[in-house]
């Protein structure tokens, strides 16, 4: 059974730093792109950020560019996102995901990926 879990969430405070991780069981991701998206109460899920097979090639939502950082470590089969100087509007569910049929090109559609984790809350109070 193919299993993404994400762990790491929490409730902080503005401008605190978190640190998502994502860790994949039943098979590896190695070779493809891994991404994390979010979703706010009655908002759709939106693309945060997303990786390419090796790390090399990163991108990031207008919204979060300069203060997330995501990483992978493929020998433990990981994907993190460093999230810094935390907003309220950064309250959401984060999910992580991967796109099987990408190695490079990150999608920012949530359509184009194939497994999902079961989501993170992450509370950023005012």
Same mark, same amino acid.
């Given at each position: 059974?193919?299993?993404?879990?994400?762990?790491?969430?929490?409730?902080?405070?503005?401008?605190?730093?978190?640190?998502?991780?994502?860790?994949?069981?039943?098979?590896?991701?190695?070779?493809?792109?891994?991404?994390?998206?979010?979703?706010?109460?009655?908002?759709?899920?939106?693309?945060?950020?997303?990786?390419?097979?090796?790390?090399?090639?990163?991108?990031?939502?207008?919204?979060?560019?300069?203060?997330? /950082?995501?990483?992978?470590?493929?020998?433990?089969?990981?994907?993190?996102?460093?999230?810094?100087?935390?907003?309220?509007?950064?309250?959401?569910? #984060?999910?992580?995901?991967?796109?099987?049929?990408?190695?490079?090109?990150?999608? /920012?559609?949530?359509?184009? #990926?194939? #497994?999902?984790?079961?989501?993170?809350?992450?509370?950023?109070?005012?």
């Amino acid at each position: 059974q193919v299993q993404l879990v994400e762990s790491g969430g929490g409730l902080v405070q503005a401008g605190d730093s978190l640190r998502l991780s994502c860790t994949a069981s039943g098979r590896t991701f190695s070779s493809n792109v891994m991404g994390w998206f979010r979703q706010a109460p009655g908002k759709e899920r939106e693309f945060v950020a997303a990786i390419s097979w090796n790390g090399g090639k990163t991108a990031y939502a207008d919204s979060v560019k300069g203060r997330f /950082t995501i990483s992978r470590d493929n020998a433990q089969n990981t994907v993190y996102l460093q999230m810094n100087i935390l907003k309220p509007e950064d309250t959401a569910v #984060y999910y992580c995901a991967a796109d099987i049929h990408s190695a490079v090109y990150h999608s /920012t559609k949530r359509d184009d #990926y194939d #497994y999902w984790g079961q989501g993170t809350q992450v509370t950023v109070s005012s």
